[in-house]
Structure formats: C-alpha cells, structure tokens
C-alpha cells in the first residue's frame, strides 16, 4: 500500500487538524463537522493528482483550449457513522461520483476493552472496474476499514482502491497495509503513535462519531 501523510508537508491543513484535536475546540460541534468536511476536500485534492488524465478540449467564447480532465468512474463509499462529513468534503469535489454506504460499528460484548465489528447496512453500486474510494476519519485498529472491504467484495473488483482517513494509529495503518492489495493508496492527514486499552488513538481526538453527531447509548 502507497501511504500518503499528508503532516509530512506543513500547510493550512494542520489549522483544520489542530482545531479539530484540540479540547477547547472540538466540542463545537458543527465547526468540528465542517473541519472534518475541510479536511476531506484537502485529502480529494491531492488523491485526484493519483488519478487517470485525458485530454479534453473546451470552447470559450474566444477560442479553444486544451487541458487534461481526470476519466476514472468514482464511487465513494463512507463508514457510518462519523465517516458522513468526511464523505461530504470528497462529494464537494467529485460531483458525479457514485456512493456506497456501510454501517461498521465497534460492538462491546462482554466488557469496554473489547470489541467486535459489527456490519449492518450496505448500499452500494457495482464496483467492477472503478475507483473505489474508502473513507473513514479514524483508521484506530483498521478493523472496520478491512470488514468493509470484506463486506465489498460482493459488489465486483475495482479498477483500484484509494483509503481516506484523517487520524490514523500507527498500529492500524499497518494492519490495513497487510490487508490490501501493494497499488492501494493510503491518504491521510496524520499518523498518532499509539492506542489505548480501548483502541482510542493517541493522542487522537477523542471519538469522531460523538464529536460530529452527539453521544450514543451502547446497545
Ligand atoms: O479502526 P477501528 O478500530 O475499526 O476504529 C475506527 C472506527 O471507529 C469509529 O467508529 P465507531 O465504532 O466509533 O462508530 P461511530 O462512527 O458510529 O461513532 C470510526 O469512525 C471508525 O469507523
Ligand atoms: O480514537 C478513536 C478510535 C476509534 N474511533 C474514534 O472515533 N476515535
Ligand atoms: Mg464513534
């Protein structure tokens, strides 16, 4: 897998990043959604760079010029639910994608210390040949990335694969690289050391979901 950090080049990003760690900020939920959108429409800028160009011709009211436009047929496929304003920052951009949605949660059965995912809804377009586009904003064990691709197969083989995340743990990044294919690409803002007991990334930012949408009652 192709790994992109994108903290490896200092620019307005880390803003959006900083404001969304920070415990003084975050708790404002609608900019922290917003930042998550942000953040999204910087990491679709600089996957489509990775994309496949053509040469395509426009007409202006003077004359015609030439440009290369990208060919690939997206489809964007986001984990619910702290995956939704990540998937509207990449939708800002790729206007004519095709979406794909997946429920994956973490289920504590027995006690806060472990955890199965689980995978419920699933609504998605044929995949065969296209560009797949997985995202999620925190990539902490990796289990829920590699249970929805898991859950994808069904839907045909893309053309190739392009992860989105925007904190990731050491730990999780290598465990999906092991899990997909060497042309994969990885996007993502920053890569944090460790996980806790809980498999919350550290230092992270807390649980993504809760900070976009509100607590949930476990079920
Ligand atoms: O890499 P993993 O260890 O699988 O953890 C990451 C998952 O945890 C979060 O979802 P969560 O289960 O909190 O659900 P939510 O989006 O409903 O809050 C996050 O959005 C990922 O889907
Ligand atoms: O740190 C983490 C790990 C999983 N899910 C989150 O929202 N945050
Ligand atoms: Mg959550």
């Known amino acids: 897998m192709q790994i992109h950090n ?8 880390n803003t959006f990043m900083s404001e969304i760690r920070d415990v003084n900020i975050q708790n404002d939920r609608m900019r922290f959604r917003r930042n998550i959108e942000r953040i999204g429409e910087v990491l679709c800028y600089e996957l489509s760079k990775s994309l496949h160009f053509e040469t395509h011709t426009t007409k202006t009211p003077l004359g015609n010029h030439d440009t290369t436009l990208y060919k690939n047929d997206i489809v ?5 639910r702290a995956g939704v304003p990540l998937h509207s920052g990449l ?6 994608a095709e979406n794909a949605f997946i429920s994956a949660y973490r289920h504590h059965k027995h006690n806060p210390e472990s955890f199965e995912i689980i995978v419920e809804y699933l609504a998605c377009p044929s995949l065969e040949g296209k560009t797949l ?6 990539l902490a064990t990796g289990q829920s990335m590699v249970a929805t ?5 069904p839907f045909g083989t893309p053309k190739d694969i392009h992860l989105v995340s925007v904190i990731g743990a050491q730990e999780g990044v290598d465990f999906v690289a092991k899990h997909f294919d060497t042309n994969a690409h990885l996007w993502i803002a920053d890569i944090d050391d460790t996980l806790n007991e809980k498999g919350y990334i550290v230092p992270g930012l807390g649980d993504a979901g809760d900070l976009a949408f509100g ?3 476990q079920q």
Request: with cysteine; proline share 6%.
């Open 6 to 13: 994108l903290s490896e080049s200092p620019s307005i990003l």
């Open 76 to 80: 964007l496929c986001s984990i619910l």
């Open 91 to 96: 939708l800002n951009y790729f206007d004519s």
């Open 133 to 138: 586009i997985l995202a999620d904003p925190m």
């Open 149 to 153: 691709y898991e859950a994808l197969k």
């Open 215 to 217: 607590n949930k009652l």
